[in-house]
């Protein structure tokens, strides 16, 4: 699957807009409560909640205050939920 440009996690920019050479693509690979509830249209309490209920996967604790979800593992959880159907 591929990674989502910032326009599909945040609505800001166009996704067919090339990215300039060489620019990091690190920040792609993690999703902040805000982005996620912007993603599923819902409120971030309702992430936190789906993820403490283990409805969604578990957040990360990458440093600090600094919380977020696996790409990866948002990707997985969203083709488990197709399959579902």
Do not use: C
Not at 12 to 27: H, V
Not at 53 to 73: C, I, M, Q, Y
């Amino acid at each position: 699957m591929a990674i989502p440009t910032r326009a599909a996690t945040t609505g800001d920019y166009d996704t067919t807009a090339p990215e300039p050479r060489g620019a990091s693509n690190a920040w792609r690979l993690w999703f902040s409560v805000k982005q996620l509830a912007r993603r599923y249209g819902t409120h971030e309490a309702t992430i936190w909640r789906w993820s403490r209920e283990g409805r969604f996967p578990a957040p990360v604790k990458l440093a600090g205050n600094l919380t977020r979800w696996s790409l990866h593992d948002v990707e997985s959880w969203e083709q488990a939920q197709r399959e579902r159907t």
